[in-house]
């Protein structure tokens, strides 16, 4: 999906144009992958109000994954979400998806760091659906594995972890799938280029712990927090792959994909293929929240100040 360019992009504390935000191409990051990001989307309600998705939870892996790299940032939790309500209201634009991300600059280039400068850049813009199929994904089992432990750190969310997504993406969609899931080095199942994965059976929820090469994702903790308030037995265990071709149910979750059912994988079809009662609960619990419909009783939305859509019958 092509980016449309907003006005604004926060830079080190200050807003800059849009297309002044550029970078030498002898910048560390460059040449090391050597960046930490996140993925937030700000939702619009039905009652009028605009509300960025967990934000400080986003704002605090982004210090996590800089802590993991050693990368200091110089912004506290709460200033960085700060930032990130600022450049949202600045360019006026809901719904969107907000990209904060911090890299190593322009100073040495041997692989050491170090003494590269940090720098820091929060960009917004509009964005749809991420995982292709209103009807359910299509997807396959990677031929390529996730991030061994001790090598990528999978808890952080860098630049560099995403060559290994890429690879598990483009093979996906060159055979025809919308995306790939991929297994861990032991052959479990870990997770998708750019999502989480849950399956149900059962009438039992499961998704795979930390420990099988995932990303901590914050969709998946809302989906944990969801179905705990629901009744919806959880478990969190290392799963075969074989589990995903006998499941009843199966969905990814992601910012950018929010919460999207899995209709087949590697051409066998989930359940009946249709989106199951389970997936269909969590489903509108989570948009019931994000879209306003229901009271949003974790406080999971961070209000912005910007003129959004009449409200519903208004
Ligand atoms: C590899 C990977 N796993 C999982 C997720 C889901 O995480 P979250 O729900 O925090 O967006 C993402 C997206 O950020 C991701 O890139």
Known sequence: MAIQPTQNIWHNGNLIPWDQANIHVMSHVVHYGSSVFEGIRCYEQQNGTAGVFRLPEHSARLLDSAKIYRMPLPYTEAQLSAAIVDVIEANGITPCYIRPIAFRGYGEI??????????????????????????????????????????????????????????????????????????????????????????VRGGVLYTTPLANSVLNGITRSSILTLAKQLGIPVVEQALPREMLYICDEAFFTGTAAEVTHLRSVDRILVGDGTMGPVTTALHKAFFDIVNGLTPDRYNWLTPVKVRVAEPVGA
Request: some cysteine; aromatic content about 10%; overall charge negative.
């Open 110 to 199: 041997g692989v050491n760091p170090l003494k590269s400068p940090v720098e820091v850049y929060i960009a917004n813009f509009p964005w749809g659906k991420y995982v292709p199929g209103n009807e359910g994904a299509d997807v396959c089992i990677s031929s390529w594995s996730r991030l061994a432990p001790n090598t990528m750190p999978s808890l952080a969310k860098a630049g560099a972890n995403y060559m290994n997504s890429q690879l598990i993406r483009m093979e996906a969609e060159i055979n025809g799938y919308s995306e790939g899931i991929a297994l861990d080095v032991n052959g479990y199942l870990s997770e998708g280029s750019g999502e989480n994965l849950f399956l």
